[in-house]
């Protein structure tokens, strides 16, 4: 993981972060322990609460017991927020980008600057949780609607910087078992039809198959209640079979805060995932 932040330019833009993260790697989690430093503890604690779904409640209070079960100069972190300001530096980068209250824009490119709908006309920004106002500024008020979007290239940067992932992600060319059954959507009609129509795409094995999936949810658990918050998930189908459904490969690259769903204005959300697709489809990008 360091080193793939020193790839990254990372270490060079970032040389306080950087540099952070790199001691905490250093640093024994208590005297004479050489099996987990500072870092590696955090991060296994951490995969352990997103496995099994911990609340950050229940997170913090067992960093709690843990460091007073440890000696007493140990470096744990004591809790929850301090655990992210350890890893904040390895995160993925997210952009917040404002959207209209009615679904007719995001708050981007040409439209970055406007504090009303050019379509509908419906303020920006919002003063309380019932009133919208023209007169509301950026600093004091909050917008009406957010859409979260995770980028997808460094992502798969990431991928084919792992030589692990990077052999996978040609497996449907190199290992996969030819018989004329159907074991793998490789097998499948559309996709020899689309390697027909586009063979210079096809020749390519690294060239990455994407399958794009949407559907609301209830971030409240409460049935009664028609608030739906909608995820964009894109699969990989150039994993091999038994990995291409697992969490691990399905990338989480967009949420649309409710609270109603987006309905067929979900293409306007969309934008920023096509543009980026456009990006690697026509250009690629070098790993």
Known sequence: MICDLGQDGFQQAHAP???KIENDSKM??????????????????V???????WSDKSFTELLVLLKKLLPEDNTLSKNQ?????????VGMKYQKIHACLNDCILYRNDFAELR???TCGVSRYK????EYSDHATANKSRSTKVCWYLPIIPRFKLLFGNGHDAKNLTWHADRRKIDGLLRHPADSSQWKEFDCHYPDFGNEPRNLRLGLASD???????LSTS??????????YNLPHWLCMKRKYIMLCMMIVGPRHPGNDIDVYLAPLIEELTTLSEDGVDV
Not at 28 to 45: D, M, N
Not at 47 to 53: C, F, T, V
Request: with cysteine; aromatic share 12%.
């Open 17 to 19: 972060l950087y540099e």
């Open 28 to 45: 024994h989690l208590y005297p004479g322990c050489t099996a987990f430093t500072r870092l590696s503890t955090v991060l296994a604690l």
């Open 47 to 53: 995969n352990l609460k997103a496995r099994y779904g």
């Open 81 to 89: 927020y301090e655990t992210k300001k350890i890893l904040c530096p």
């Open 116 to 118: 009303n709908c050019p």
């Open 127 to 130: 003063v309380n949780n019932d």
């Open 216 to 222: 609301g949810m209830n971030p409240f658990g409460n």
């Open 227 to 236: 608030h739906s918050s909608w995820s964009v998930l894109l699969m990989i």
